[in-house]
């Protein structure tokens, strides 16, 4: 079973649309990402979390650490959002090494 | 904006080659780590890197791999004799202490 699961898969919106990204881990945590990945591969990280809310202009990302889960919200979506949002958990421990999730496609149409 | 540096972009190889993919993390940077993607899965811890040795390794990372950090700002991978199954994309990532971790844009590694 993997610790770290995503949903949706995939995710087809219409520009100005809500988007809303679910994350889910089996396993105990001491920071969580959000990392988006474009056509061509390179990974960009979005967000650290360890505990509540985070806000940088139309992407919000919320964890709530007893029920193992996170959320990453787009609000008035548009058609350069289009990626691949990838969850990504550090475990406890002083490594700091990460855990991925599969991602979640979002396609954003004009 | 500080970025980590990876080179080259792609690499062709043959099986049985060796090849050495090159990064230079942050600067100030204390833990350095390689993952690697096969085309359509998730990305994959392979090695981390602190004061100077291994300090975690997947299963993934044998004895055909290593790691180096030869000048203080290089990291290196080196894949001895690599496989068709080695095709991937290999990133590299560094973190300071307790910090979000800083990407490479990657090397696209195809192995014929």
């Known amino acids: 079973k993997n610790e770290v699961e995503q949903s949706p898969q995939n995710l087809t919106a219409q520009e100005g649309e809500f988007i809303t990204i679910n994350c889910s881990y089996s396993?105990?945590?001491?920071?969580l990402h959000w990392l988006q990945q474009h056509p061509g591969g390179g990974i960009v990280s979005l967000f650290m979390?360890?505990?509540g809310k985070k806000k940088h202009g139309r992407l919000i990302a919320t964890i709530n650490i007893q029920e193992k889960h996170s959320s990453l919200h787009i609000t008035a979506s548009h058609p350069r959002d289009s990626a691949v949002y990838i969850c990504?958990?550090?475990?406890?421990?002083?490594?700091?090494?990460?855990?991925f999730g599969k991602g979640t496609l979002l396609t954003v149409n004009p | 904006e500080p970025e980590v540096t990876q080179t080259p972009s792609h690499q062709v190889t043959q099986m049985g080659q060796e090849v050495i993919l090159r990064c230079v993390p942050i600067?100030?940077?204390?833990?350095f780590y390689w993952y690697r993607q096969i085309l359509g899965q998730k990305v994959e811890f392979l090695v981390s890197?602190?004061?100077?040795?291994?300090?975690?390794k997947s299963e993934i990372f044998d004895d055909q791999f290593s790691v180096e950090r030869p000048d203080g700002s290089n990291f290196t991978l080196k894949i001895r004799s690599t496989k068709l199954e080695d095709s991937a994309m290999y990133f590299c990532?560094?973190?300071?202490?307790?910090?979000?971790?800083?990407f490479g844009q990657g090397t696209r590694l195809t192995v014929v």
């Open positions: 990532a560094s973190t300071g202490d307790d910090t979000e971790a800083f």
């Open positions: 890197f602190y004061n100077n040795e291994i300090s975690e």
């Open positions: 979390l360890s505990s």
């Open positions: 990504a958990v550090r475990k406890g421990g002083s490594n700091y090494k990460l855990t």
């Open positions: 396993v105990g945590i001491s920071a």
């Open positions: 600067s100030n940077h204390l833990y």
